[in-house]
């Protein structure tokens, strides 16, 4: 048994070594299409799961109460909540100023600058994850704030023109991720965009004697935090210590439950999922146009390694076992591989603010499941067709060259008997594999879909998010045009390197006929061209196609905004993915054409 | 005691007007220790035969017993342990495993019937000394000359013991100097009374059996006895 196993290995260790190129093409495809799709697959929940790590690090409260001002009247009101429905703890209420903070160097953000404890309380204690927390004349920033400022511990800044030195970068449950940090504006109405600084309670007095905006808040904590429904239903109708209601208190009262939270957090991955999960299906679906040209391309050969070693004595379990152990063993590498990069992306992808605790993220046990059955799948797909044929076939026939019948498609070919040699051989090497070409245009049409999409996104006016005296990029906007991007990129990544394999496969099945043409006159230049024309007319139906469905993508995932790019411009796609193919089929078709015409037929017949 | 019986045997390909008989109808018996060389012109349907014999191809009709086990209606797997622990083949374009070394090739078919790593690796080292290719065991095939792989082709033929070995035109690739080499080593498994059938068209190589048996259209048309 220790024998067999030894020799599968051997046999699967010294294919992978001879031939590494397709190794690692069927590696790249699966790891590229399992890191993305695993992604896609990571974010529904993705938000909830780290808000709940952060919230429940940092003692989170269970329902923020605001109320504009920091007057008697927003006091009284804030303090009476202890009285609502459900609620068993409350802090001490805190204020918070909408300032405006300058970064030493330059820039300006809108802030929130919270007077906070030296000691914070039970509830809401922020966690520090870089220098210290909060000391007199030095001031914290929220870590998703700091990180879009590029400010760090020890760097300085000034607020209401005054400076500070920033002692600490801290997360909290207790806010919306950055910038959403205000959670309304200080009337009590809609807030813009700003994050939030953390400064010792005292040192905010200055602050208090300006005419800075500003709003009161308490934190709350329920006897049942799952059910703050009840609470926010009545709240209101809390009696107030002027013995009316708390809905009728001068102070307008705004509450936001911790569901809330993690609902707004979700907003900046909305747009990111559909991109992520189309775009690994489409990834998937090149990764298996890729691999089954691959293994077509490998049949003959691996159909003569099953005639060695069936001719001395392995058994067809074995020889089984060889071919799909090889498959298998890169599939399985590719899929650890494809979610090792997921993990290690994850954090951008899924807390692009930073404002979350990123204590676990990636792909977790289902999706990993998922992604390693889809590789499974995908390579089980890919290796049983050859295995079963090589398996099937005599010893005798898997010796002797490969005498596979090919498809032909007659008319296709008369038809190319009109036209120059080069569209002649090209359609003549279609006509013969048919479904090679139909696969090609298919994967060439996922190619145009992702970059009609993306053009289309790009077109777009980009948002600016006003912050204060600068403008800074809309954090959610950025997040989705850069996931689309290397969503997109990936895609034509790997359709150029299925179009080098399709011209590969098609150059090396194709040697002897090429031979027999050159025998009859056919130059080189003729065949090399013959061979990109076989891969360059199955682009161009493919890249039409695919416009109008990244069109229709678009219009069903984007914002409901008019397309601001036309149609004529969408319809000049296909040129650059025509150029693309013509040269990197140039390649392998000049260096196929270029074999001597006497090796080629002696070997095709030996 | 006759290693290899054959009754009636027959391969065709094709009908009617595209009827090939390959194989048409013979009756053989090899007796254990025994040079068999089969000759004939291309086509002659020499090579089918011996596909025929080592379990290869399935014949039209006919039987094929070898060490007393019927061949032509085994099943794969049964055709696949008899030629692991039975016969040894030798090819005319060597057949290797090009992605395993000399050794590795060697140790093939001792992996592949059940033997240890460490039984293979003696067992390899052996016959590859015995081939006088010790000096090149971890070279790839790519790397060998013609007649090394030959050679090497020969020590993996041998390396489970076989009751036969059948050789398929073992020179035919090789310079005159290779062939030599390889014709000593079947001189040396001649004497060490291993049971031999070869197909060949050179008329050195048939020289050194102890039966010659000539073909044409598939039939056998003289049988020789060169040695007593």
New interface residues.
Partial sequence: ????I??VL??VA??V??HPGPAAMLVLSVAVATAVLSLGMSLPGATERLYLQTRAATAGPDVVALAPGDDEAATSVLTSLANAPGVVGLSRTYRQFFATLTRRGGGEARAIVLGADRRPGPIDRPLVTSGRWVRPGGVVVEKGFAGALGVHVGDGVTIAGRSYPVVGIAVTAARTVYPWAAMGGPGGGPGDGSGLVWMDEPDTRPLAATDLPRTSLVYLRMRDPGDTAKYMATYHDTPNSAGGRVGDSAARVNSFTWQFMIGQNGVYLRDSQPIMIIGGWLLSFLAVAGMTTLAAGRAAGQTR?V????????????IGAVLLTEYLALALFADALGLAVAHVAAPAIINPSGSLLMTAAGPDGPVVAMTTVIAVGVALLTALGPAVRALRT???TT?SPAVRRPEYLVLLTRVAALLPIPLLLGLRLIARRPGRAILHACGTAATSIGITVLLLVYAQPEQGWDLGGVTMADLMNDQTRHMLLAVTVAMLTLALVNTVTMAWTTAKESQATMAIARTLGATPGQIAAGLSTAQLLPTLPGALAGIPFGMFLQWFFGPDEPFALSAGWLLLIPLPLLLATALVTALPARLSSRRSVAETLNTET? | MNVLQVRGLAKRHGREQTLVRAVDGVDLDVPAGQTLAVMGPSGCGKSTLLHLLGGLERPSDGQVWLDGQRLDNAGERALARLRRRAVGFVFQSFHLVEELSAAENVELPILLAGGSPRTARRRAQLLLEQVGLAHRARQLPWKLSGGERQRVAVARALANEPLVVLADEPTGNLDTAATNEVLRLFGQLRAQGQTLVMVTHDGRVAATADRLISMRDGMFVEDTWLAS
């Fill in positions: 048994m220790t024998g067999r030894l020799l051997r046999l010294g294919d070594r001879r390694r005639g060695l070693l069936k001719v001395v004595g392995a058994t067809p379990g074995l005599d010893a005798v010796l030996a």
